[in-house]
């Protein structure tokens, strides 16, 4: 069973930073992009950043520009976000998505075939 788990979500205060993980497991996406997507409380899932197979080639959000970064380790099947300068408008939970068929990035949530239950990401003014 393919099983996309996110950690390291929590309370901080403006201009803090958080690293997000996202560990799979059930099989490898060495070959596969990812995705992170967040989503607010009355709002709609968005795109915040992808990132290709190998990790040579990254997108982000224009919000999240300059302040996220996208990586991954292949060898531990992990993709991580780094989330620096915090922002009360970040506050959102946060999913990891995996790309099942392809290895080039893709801010389009129905790009990506599996899902973490997200972890949640509190930012306070």
């Known amino acids: 069973q393919v099983q996309l788990d996110e950690s390291g979500g929590g309370s901080v205060q403006a201009g803090a930073s958080l690293r997000l993980s996202c560990a799979a497991s059930?099989?490898?996406?060495?070959?596969?992009?990812m995705g992170w997507f967040r989503q607010a409380p009355g709002k709609e899932r968005e795109f915040v950043a992808a990132i290709n197979w190998n990790g040579g080639i990254t997108s982000y959000a224009d919000s999240a520009k300059g302040r996220f970064t996208v990586s991954r380790d292949n060898a531990k099947n992990t993709m991580y976000l780094t989330m620096n300068s915090l922002k009360p408008e970040d506050t959102a939970v946060y999913y990891c998505?995996?790309?099942?068929?392809?290895?080039?990035?893709?801010?389009?949530?129905?790009?990506?075939?599996?899902w973490g239950q997200g972890t949640q990401v509190t930012v306070s003014s």
């Open positions: 998505a995996a790309d099942a068929r392809y290895g080039y990035t893709s801010a389009d949530y129905t790009s990506y075939d599996y």
């Open positions: 059930g099989r490898t996406f060495s070959r596969n992009a």
